[in-house]
């Protein structure tokens, strides 16, 4: 497990690698949109903002690895094709679009 923020870069190495993450912090609308689509939409780890609560889950799955199973399988039928880069660059591009109105 990668215990990351939701950048969108460590998150796609973390899904390359089939490594399941858990996001503890989102700064941006950006990184909002990546932890909506990872944890969200495709399942590839989870979300958990408080810090007690995040450590807690982390201790859990050391004496248990096999809560992760789920994820590792969500991640081998990812398509690496259709990561959710455009989707993240399109995010990106239209608040640079708003930004410039």
Do not use: H, W
């Not at 190495?13 to 941006?28: E, R």
């Not at 408080?50 to 889950?57: G, I, T, V, W, Y």
């Amino acid at each position: 497990m990668f215990v990351t923020k939701a950048g969108p870069n460590a998150v796609l190495d973390s899904v390359f690698m089939q490594t399941p993450v858990l996001m503890n912090y989102y700064a941006n609308s950006v990184e909002k949109t990546t932890k909506n689509l990872f944890v969200d939409r495709f399942g590839c780890g989870i979300y958990q903002g408080n810090k007690k609560k995040a450590r807690l889950f982390v201790e859990k799955c050391i004496d248990n690895p096999d809560i992760l199973n789920k994820f590792v399988e969500n991640e081998k039928q990812f398509d690496k094709n259709k990561n959710g880069a455009d989707e993240i660059a399109q995010f990106i591009q239209q608040i640079a679009k708003n930004a410039k109105e």
